[in-house]
């Protein structure tokens, strides 16, 4: 097999396999910088719980619309993952639990719902759908969304870069001076939300937020500044959506599993390798003296 034939043809072929490979790079170029900043922020938990918390509202959708409308599950998804967000900082805000917490709690309930909803009148195949993504079947329309929401994302990101930077690390000096840093939070919760409504139309609700974390964990262990952490993890979640695609292709795999799985690879091979990884650890640590 010609180095044609395995990397280039099925792109060149089939018109799904491209539609694919732009909506995975254009979902990683806007995913992996978030969760970057996700990571920072220690919230890594809170992402993987709002990408079962939009399922309710794409499930909502999925009713509404009679199928696997992109419109209306999207907006479903939007209006789901806020209102969770919403809640849940009302509850830690007025209760003794904290904001991961109230966050676990919303999202189990979240998931169980969105599934009851999408069992009670769906086939078995579009609650699968649902869950697991349909990246091989994705449509213009679904492009143009997915494009819309990482072009939107990296905007803003770029606008509130210095403020983010800031209420990530010390968010009580934001407060000391009126930065403005509920509104930073509030704005980061929903640059999240509207990614993982991005994610869950190619990759499913359960998987979404491994394009998102996944990513970032590598940059973490590559990366030495926010932003080569940030272009990193771009590059290695469009990569992953590349190379993901073109093993589902010839070993006829699942596409979105594959894809999660080849970004967990080279989080291994990071941990191993990378200069914040275990080899190098060893190696760097002092011997004492015999």
Same mark, same amino acid.
């Given at each position: 097999?010609? #180095?044609?034939?395995?990397?280039? +043809?099925?792109?060149?072929?089939?018109?799904?396999?491209?539609?694919?490979?732009?909506?995975?790079?254009?979902?990683?170029?806007?995913?992996?910088?978030?969760?970057?900043?996700?990571? #920072? /922020?220690? &919230?890594?938990?809170?992402?993987?719980? &709002?990408?079962?918390?939009?399922?309710?509202?794409? =499930?909502?959708?999925?009713?509404?619309?009679?199928?696997?409308?992109?419109?209306?599950? @999207?907006?479903?998804?939007?209006?789901?993952?806020?209102?969770?967000?919403?809640?849940?900082?009302?509850?830690?805000?007025?209760?003794?639990?904290?904001?991961?917490?109230?966050?676990?709690?919303?999202? +189990? %309930?979240?998931?169980?719902?969105?599934?009851?909803?999408?069992? !009670?009148?769906?086939?078995?195949?579009?609650?699968?759908?649902?869950?697991?993504?349909?990246?091989?079947?994705?449509?213009?329309? =679904?492009?143009? &969304?997915?494009?819309?929401?990482?072009?939107? $994302?990296?905007?803003? !990101?770029? #606008?509130?870069? /210095?403020?983010?930077?800031?209420?990530?690390?010390?968010?009580?000096?934001?407060?000391?001076?009126?930065?403005? @840093?509920?509104?930073?939070?509030?704005?980061?919760?929903?640059?999240?939300?509207?990614?993982?409504?991005?994610?869950?139309? $190619?990759? @499913? $609700?359960?998987?979404?937020?491994? &394009?998102?974390?996944?990513?970032?964990?590598? %940059?973490?262990?590559?990366?030495?500044?926010?932003? =080569?952490?940030?272009?990193?993890?771009?590059?290695?979640? *469009?990569?992953? @959506?590349?190379?993901?695609?073109?093993?589902?292709?010839?070993?006829?795999? *699942?596409?979105?599993?594959?894809?999660?799985?080849?970004?967990?690879?080279?989080?291994?091979?990071?941990? #191993?390798?990378?200069?914040?990884?275990?080899?190098?650890?060893? !190696?760097?640590?002092?011997?004492?003296?015999?």
């Amino acid at each position: 097999m010609s #180095l044609y034939s395995a990397v280039v +043809l099925p792109f060149a072929e089939y018109g799904f396999m491209r539609r694919a490979l732009v909506a995975s790079v254009a979902l990683g170029l806007g995913a992996g910088p978030v969760g970057v900043v996700l990571m #920072l /922020r220690r &919230m890594s938990l809170v992402g993987d719980a &709002m990408s079962h918390a939009v399922l309710p509202g794409a =499930a909502i959708g999925f009713l509404v619309s009679g199928g696997l409308s992109l419109f209306a599950m @999207g907006i479903g998804g939007v209006i789901a993952g806020l209102s969770v967000t919403l809640l849940s900082g009302v509850v830690s805000r007025g209760t003794a639990l904290k904001e991961d917490a109230s966050f676990a709690t919303f999202y +189990l %309930a979240s998931l169980a719902l969105g599934v009851l909803i999408v069992s !009670l009148r769906g086939s078995n195949i579009d609650l699968l759908h649902v869950l697991f993504g349909t990246i091989l079947s994705i449509d213009r329309d =679904a492009i143009f &969304m997915v494009g819309g929401i990482a072009s939107f $994302t990296l905007v803003a !990101l770029a #606008l509130v870069y /210095r403020p983010l930077v800031a209420e990530c690390f010390d968010p009580g000096y934001l407060r000391s001076v009126k930065g403005h @840093g509920a509104f930073y939070h509030l704005l980061f919760l929903f640059l999240l939300v509207v990614n993982l409504v991005a994610g869950f139309q $190619t990759l @499913g $609700t359960l998987m979404a937020v491994g &394009m998102m974390m996944l990513p970032a964990a590598v %940059a973490q262990l590559w990366g030495r500044t926010l932003t =080569a952490m940030a272009m990193i993890a771009a590059a290695v979640a *469009a990569f992953s @959506g590349f190379l993901g695609l073109l093993l589902s292709y010839h070993l006829e795999l *699942a596409s979105g599993p594959t894809i999660i799985l080849v970004i967990s690879g080279i989080y291994v091979l990071s941990l #191993l390798g990378a200069p914040s990884g275990i080899l190098a650890r060893r !190696l760097k640590r002092p011997r004492l003296a015999g």
